[in-house]
């Protein structure tokens, strides 16, 4: 048997390769390609963020002069809630579909004892978990020794203000449509949220044997009047279980339908925003805003991108401009010079 | 070995980081409204806990979440590199030897990449440099020289038998010597014979009237044996204890065999005492004329002595015989000795070397025999290269030092122009060592002053290089410890001649020797990657010393195969192993430790960024799968890849330039600065991809339906980001891409877009958790998130990008001017052929001439010796354009073999 290796390209590392070297030769042409199209995506992206429309309004009440002043000690179960109104000019109309956002800051809804604190396969509807809930939900699995549903931080701490809109035209208020479906993603909708199954589709009976998170006014079954939009496929629930990634976030709460062409969603004019305050946040020394915005194909208004866009396009020129003077000046250094020895 | 050291500087960070979140979480805790606010309550027994055992759970609960900083993967991924990409080696199909059938022997696969590190070469000569494939040369008796006249073109003539005698007949008693030496030569060996019948590959021997073949540990005393033959006298067997010869009249004698006083290094001789059929006891010793002229108590001394040195300057390997005749009385006692030392059960070694010592003594010299040994096909072209590759050669042998002189000067170990520098007995017997080593050192340092040693021409004929020659006893003389402590002293000097000097011959060195002097180069304070090579028993301890040991699967057994790291067929492999393989491990390796080092700050410096927004919760920023399997599946096929494949310069342009090894000497891309490069790579990469991803989120809508992203999105943006970073960096440093490298690279990205559909498009049932459920998918459908992770990536790319094209075009590295040139090179190889077909003819025609002449002159030692040193070897001009040097070889690869090696 001879031990003679096979002379096969692979053996002998000779497979046929492609062998780019990065020279400035060859990435001269990369970089001035880039800025080219950086350059026009970032005026592109920055001309479409500034026809933005965003209007934002911090309803808080921290400041002694702000309407919501009265309410900012308020506690989860106070009844009636505190009511508070504040009154807006948007200077420009909103012509589009207009989205309605709450936003909070200083809030760690991505804190690592928060974050786990749910029960997924309870809220897909699982029954066994609707009565036994799991231990990551601990301090809020049980309630009187009835299992909480649904278990957890995030549900418990669910953001439970009402925010009505109105316009105020000469006097009268008309109150704005807002839709609150087409919130939450579809797929969490549809799929990931469940309500528990069982005979007939009384929720009350269905959710039989839990109870209602400490902090819920009421109970899960009883967030929605329509069937489709109650207990864990409750959509403002859906959005907020949701955990956003930042201690400042906003979540969509509500839609503003353009109702025709002819008319702007929301005109310029006067607005007033009633808020039921019953979201405590000045403990933790958080605030609380009302975002009213349009939204282009990339979303809602944001600088960063644009800018980024077209600084790093220039970068890359100015770079290929430069390696260009280089290679021109030291390029001929390396064709001819040679290794000395 | 730096990998340890980047490891714990990694572990410091980790450390480091842990501790300074762990400080930040309490601070940022002190207000109760951020430890426990309302809505993110904490159980009672995370309440009730200690606050210092708190603390440190918390330390521990970072430290988890970024242990991943330490590449635990490397050290799986570095071995299986390892591993695998010592196949390579064996299959390369250069390093196979057609006459033995023997591939290169991978040992062990830990050194690979310590291959492309070499600073010194510790070479044996019998058997490496050498083919240790002996010739009987020529006898010398009594001062008349014999020699076999049927050698002619290194080739045996079958068909005549006979002695050629140069000088006049010698009278009778010379006649009477005459047989003596024969019949010594033909019993003081332990040659064994093996009938014709069963041959099996060695060599076979058709001169004889019996044709048999003869079996020895060592070659030597086979060439002896059947040099002796052809001179008539025809050793058959041993049979029954008695050695039959026969000799010139067909007669047949014989001899019993009473005692056999072994071989060993030490002694440097063997003997035997036989029983002649007429009942005189003789003793015949050979051995190495060192050690056998002290105890001859007479002969013609001074004649053989004369030719012996005549012939070890020729290169030849001579062995002096001697003999003594033994009264019934003398044996006895001889005898009584050898078994009282025998059955000793303490220090038999000591007393059988104290008996051999008794017996061996007031010889009578009869004369001397020459052996050829001729040098390894290319021995001289590999010593060359490896010299122009900025390793130190050293010769290590147990030879005479004129011989090993001159085949130091055959395999171009020593030019024309090196200054010898002598360090030997002979010289110390004149001076004391320590003017000697004063004086040594006084003239390599002025050299030294005058020029810088790091011109890289340090071959170029302008340039005086040293050659030192030492022998054992001399070394022996330096090594030995002084009661008055100047033997540091000694050592450091003669460390700095050695440092100075571009090759040492050591010569007459016991097998302790070469391993105590590998070990004093070896810990010397540049601590210096050695590499010994050796084929036999005796190189043994020097292969185990040197940090590289490889074996030459030769001759003298298969010993130093066995333990070397690595065994190779033939000398001239060791160039393509050092100058190829070790070059593309080191290049390799390297790249695969700065890589994962690069790739898990990327991967772990966004988690640590992210802490400051959670409030140092520990929270993870990626899902727990891609934490799991980033390391594992993602990023870690392309960079084993890579570790395999990856040539950055071909194979055929580092075998022909050599001093291209001297670009990664000293381990130059693993230094701490390109550590530190990687490592801010890294870093930077980190805070682009979290600050992108922060931006580009930060309190925005990032959909076209107005819905929100959540923290699991951010993660997977940024994750997203590291992916495509990650393995299109290696993309751009890859500078040999096959099909297989293109598999993998895309190939692992595909597998990450597909993985990443499949988790997150499915609720699994065994998870307690959903909180991928879609989230990579509304990711995708987002517009701004597609722009962002573009952004990002060319962001985090650009830098590197830059340093690259910017150090190439400014400050451009001898590898880095051969990959343009042979890039200028592909790209116009038209212009080039021309010249290069012009190039090539001329050296076939002269190595072709150089052939026969050599080959006609081969039975002259005198004129071969001439020729070798007449010939110029001009050292291939490097002076003609780089550029039409490199195509010639793209132009045509047949004339590379015959133009490029000049062979001895």
Known sequence: KTRKPDNTAFKQQRLPAWQPILTAGTVLPAFFVIGLIFIPIGIGIFVTSNNIREYEIDYTGTEPSSPCNKCLNVSWDSTPPCTCTINFTLEHSFESNVFMYYGLSNFYQNHRRYVKSRDDSQLNGDNGS????????????????????????????????????????????????????????????????RNPTGDGNNLTALFQGTTKPVNWPKPVYMLDSEPDNNGFINEDFIVWMRTAALPTFRKLYRLIERKNNLQPTLQAGKYSLDIAYNYPVHSFDGRKRMILSTISWMGGKNPFLGIAYITVGSICFFLGVVLLIIHHKYGNRNTSADIPN | RSMNVFLIVYLCILISKALINT????????????????????????????????????????????????????????????????????????????????????????????????????????????????????????????????????????NCTGIDMIDSSPGGSGKEREELFFRALCLCHTVQVKDDDSVDGLKKNQLSRRSCIYISSSPDEVALVEGIQRLGYTYLRLKDNF?????????????????????????????????????????????????????????????????????????????????????????????????????????????????????????????????????????????????????????????????AAATCYACKLFRRNTQILELTTKKIEEQSLHDVLFDLSKTVLRHNGSLTRDTFSGLSTDMQDYGLIIDGAALSLIMKPRQDGSSANYRELFLEICRNCSAVLCCRMAPLQKAQIVKLIKLSKEHPITLAIGDGANDVSMILEAHVGIGIIGKEGRQAARNSDYAIPKFKHLKKMLLVHGHFY??????????????????????????????????????????????????????????????????????????????????????????????????????????????????????????????????????????????????????????????????????????????????????????????FMQMLSSGPAWLGIILLITVSLLPDVLKKVLCRQLWPTATERIQNASRHCREHISEFTPLACLKSPRYRSSDCSNSPARRSNSHSKKMMFTHWRGVDYSVLPSVFGYSNKHCRSSAGYRYSGSGLETSV
């Not at chain 2, 007479?298 to 005749?325: H, M």
């Not at chain 2, 009264?327 to 078994?339: D, F, P």
């Not at chain 2, 291209?660 to 991809?689: C, E, H, P, Q, S």
Request: net charge negative; glycine share 4%.
């Open chain 1, 130 to 193: 609707l009565l036994n809930p799991s231990k990551e939900c601990e301090p809020y699995r049980t309630n009187e020794d009835k299992p909480i549903a649904p278990c957890g931080a995030i549900a418990n701490s669910m953001f439970n203000d009402t925010l009505e809109l109105y316009r105020i035209d000469n006097d009268t208020r008309t109150p704005i449509t807002l839709i609150k479906k087409g919130i939450a993603w579809w797929t969490d909708k549809n799929v990931k949220f």
């Open chain 2, 23 to 158: 400080v930040l979480k309490y601070v940022w805790q002190s207000e109760p409204f951020r430890d426990e606010p309302w809505y993110n309550q904490k159980t009672e027994p995370e309440r009730k806990r200690n606050l210092f055992l708190q603390a440190f759970t918390d330390f521990l609960a970072f430290m988890v979440l970024f242990n991943y900083i330490i590449p635990v993967s490397m050290y799986v991924t570095v071995e299986m590199q390892k591993f695998l990409g010592s196949y390579f080696l064996t299959w390369d199909e250069e390093m196979f030897d057609e006459d033995t059938g023997e591939g290169p022997l991978v040992n062990t696969s830990d050194l690979n990449e310590e291959l492309g590190q070499i600073e010194y070469v510790f070479t044996d000569k019998t058997g490496t440099l050498t083919e240790n494939n002996m010739e009987f040369v020529e006898c010398c008796i009594e001062g008349h020289v014999y020699v076999p006249h049927v050698i002619c073109n290194g080739q045996i003539l079958h």
């Open chain 2, 243 to 403: 050695m039959e010869i026969l000799n010139r009249e067909n007669n047949l004698e014989k001899f019993e065999l009473l005692e056999v006083l072994s071989f060993d290094s030490v002694r440097r001789r063997m003997s035997v005492i036989v029983k002649s059929s007429t009942g005189d006891i003789f003793l015949f010793c050979k051995g190495a004329d060192s050690s056998i002229f002290p105890r001859v108590k007479e002969g013609k001394i001074d004649q053989i002595r004369s030719r012996v040195e005549r012939n070890a300057v020729e290169g030849l390997r001579t062995l002096c015989v001697a003999y003594k005749k033994l009264t019934a009385e003398e044996y006895s006692n001889a005898q009584k000795l050898l078994q009282n030392a025998k059955l000793a059960l303490q220090d038999r070694e000591k007393k059988l070397a104290e008996v051999y010592e008794k017996i061996e003594r007031d010889f009578i010299l009869l004369g001397a025999t020459a052996v050829e040994d001729r040098l390894q096909e290319k021995a001289a072209d590999t010593i060359e290269a490896l010299q122009k590759a900025g390793i130190k050669v050293w010769v290590l042998t147990g030879d005479k030092m004129e011989t």
């Open chain 2, 586 to 775: 080191y290049v390799r390796i390297s790249e695969l430790v700065q890589y994962f080092f690069y790739k898990n700050v990327c991967f772990i410096f966004p988690q640590f960024l992210y802490q400051f927004f959670c409030g140092f919760s520990q929270q993870t920023l990626y899902d727990t799968a891609y934490l799991t399997l980033y390391n594992i599946s993602f990023t870690s096929l392309p960079i084993l890849l890579y570790g395999l494949m990856e040539q950055h310069v071909s194979a055929d342009t580092l075998k022909r330039e050599p001093s291209l090894y001297r670009d990664v000497a000293k381990n130059a891309l693993l230094r701490w600065r390109a550590f530190i490069y990687w490592t801010f790579l890294g870093v930077f990469d980190a805070v682009v991809f979290f600050f992108g991803a922060y931006f580009l989120f930060e309190n925005t809508i990032v959909t076209s339906n107005g819905q929100m992203f959540g923290n699991w999105t951010f993660g997977t943006l940024v994750f997203t980001v590291l992916v495509f970073t990650v393995t299109l960096k290696l993309a751009l440093d890859t500078h040999y891409w096959t099909w297989i490298n293109h598999f993998m690279i895309w190939g692992s990205l595909a597998f990450y877009i597909i993985f990443s559909l499949l988790w997150g498009g499915i609720i699994w049932p065994f998870l307690n958790y959903q909180r991928m459920y879609y989230v």
